[in-house]
């Protein structure tokens, strides 16, 4: 056990360190509390092949938690997410968020992961993912601006 805790650690502490990560989830809807369990919950049973006890998951929180703490923050995070999808649902729906929009999100999340990957490999100068990040945030603001929404045909 202290070894898959070790394991999911160092992977929930790469992701919390990632430039990506960091942006993106200060702009979610989840807490970088929830962010951090929802991972432990995913990658210790994939770890693993088994489901583990929520005990076991706390534990391989970066600072533990209790088994009720764990499941609380869990279940804030699934709703959070849930509530997410639903609102893309219902913009989308009534005409506010159109389909290529949602393309278009779901392309540059794509392209942003291939980039970081390239990144690892080769090693792009910290200030090119500087730049990306930068980049990135502007896409989204753009995709939000409230004036366009203006503009949009509602149903």
Known sequence: MEALRDRV??????????PIVSLLLERSSITKQQFST?????????????????????????????????NRILIQARRNITKSFFTILLLSYVGIL???????????????????EAYRREGIDQSEIGKAIARLAELIESYVDHRSYARRRVM
């Not at 489901?51 to 076991?56: A, F, G, I, S, V």
């Not at 949602?102 to 392209?111: R, T």
Request: aromatic fraction near 4%.
């Open 9 to 18: 650690k160092n992977i929930l502490l790469s992701l919390l360190q990632d």
């Open 98 to 116: 159109e389909d290529s929009q949602i393309s278009k999100l779901i392309e540059l999340g794509e392209k942003l992961r291939s980039i970081i």
């Open 38 to 70: 929802l991972i432990v919950d995913i990658i210790s049973d994939n770890l693993t092949g088994e489901d583990l006890t929520y005990e076991d998951k706390a534990s391989c929180m970066l600072k533990p938690i209790s088994r009720g703490a764990y």
